[in-house]
């Protein structure tokens, strides 16, 4: 179906001063803040988990040493999915557009192929709790008893509060602590240190007061706030749906979101290949997007 005089008459009317066209003012793109971005060449790309080397024990004169040995995890496969969209236009309807608005289709093209990139990207934790969407360990991304797979006694851990919670300061104090104990497969404290604040637009004021207000939110005694000191940094995401939703996460090489990119974002015109003298523009891209690993990721999917 082509775009024609008589689905554009406001465009190639004499009777209008100015045609206002719908504009997205972030042109620059939030996943890639956020996901781990891996240009690919090949038809799947396949990840997999190895644990480390516990604790040292103490070695007795004359005994022989204790032995220990990493052990293999789960893998993650990701395969890529083509988007695309095409939009025609009659010669005539382009010719006569007195607005210049059709010419600017490869851009609208490009807007939305980043929309959709962004959209896609951003259901991962608009889906962090819906039991449909499981990572490579079996369990959503934010859940109490992700697996472990070393030796120590310890065999899961939690990278979500037990019951959901709204952002506030006693939440995020107690995720900030909560991500810096969480052990690894041999039971040690991973240490990780959250640099990014996730959330929804709807959440943009309490970001401001826990992250910028040097005493702490909600209270009049003036206590320090000492949220300000770890120097989180926000991110407030238009394409997250859940308002209430929130994450910490590390940087970018402590965790393990990716998205594969086997094509980017690809813009092409071209005549019709009939005799129409249509005009034919063109977006395509291929990626897959989720996580090998949930660790370095700790949220709420709000009270």
Not at 87 to 102: N, P, Q, Y
Not at 127 to 143: E, P
Not at 222 to 227: E, K, L, T, V, Y
Not at 263 to 291: C, H, L, M, Q
Request: net charge neutral; hydrophobic share 35%.
């Amino acid at each position: 179906m082509a775009v024609n005089k008589s689905s554009i008459a406001y465009l190639i009317s004499k009777d209008y001063d100015k045609i206002f066209l719908d504009n997205f003012q972030a042109e620059e793109t939030v996943f890639d803040k956020i996901f781990n971005v891996v240009n690919s060449q090949d038809a799947y790309n396949r990840f997999a988990g190895f644990t480390g080397i516990g604790l040292i024990p103490k070695k007795e004169e004359g005994v022989n040493a204790n032995f220990d040995e990493p052990k293999q995890k789960y893998s993650k496969t990701f395969t890529p999915v083509t988007y695309s969209l095409g939009v025609r236009i009659t010669k005539e309807a382009f010719d006569d557009d007195k607005s210049g608005h059709l010419r600017k289709i490869p851009a609208m093209l490009a807007s939305s192929a980043r929309a959709t990139l962004e959209t896609y990207c951003a259901q991962i934790f608009d889906r962090s709790q819906n039991s449909s969407y499981l990572g490579a360990d079996g369990k959503v991304l934010c859940a109490t008893d992700h697996p472990l797979y070393g030796s120590s006694s310890t065999t899961s851990f939690s990278n979500r509060p037990t019951n959901n919670v709204d952002l506030s300061v006693s939440a995020l104090e107690a995720a900030i602590a909560a991500m810096r104990t969480t052990p690894n497969d041999q039971g040690i404290p991973t240490a990780l240190r959250p640099k990014y604040l996730l959330v929804h637009p709807s959440n943009w004021a309490t970001v401001i007061q826990l992250l910028k207000n040097p005493e702490k939110a909600g209270t009049a005694n003036r206590d320090i706030n000492a949220i300000k000191e770890v120097g989180l940094v926000p991110i407030i995401w238009d394409y997250l749906t859940d308002t209430d939703q929130w994450y910490i996460l590390t940087e970018k090489q402590y965790h393990q979101l990716m998205a594969i990119m086997r094509e980017k974002i690809n813009t092409k015109s071209y005549e019709a290949p009939d005799n129409t003298d249509d005009a034919i523009y063109r977006v395509r891209f291929r990626f897959a997007v989720g996580w090998v690993s949930p660790l370095g990721v700790y949220g709420s999917i709000g009270a």
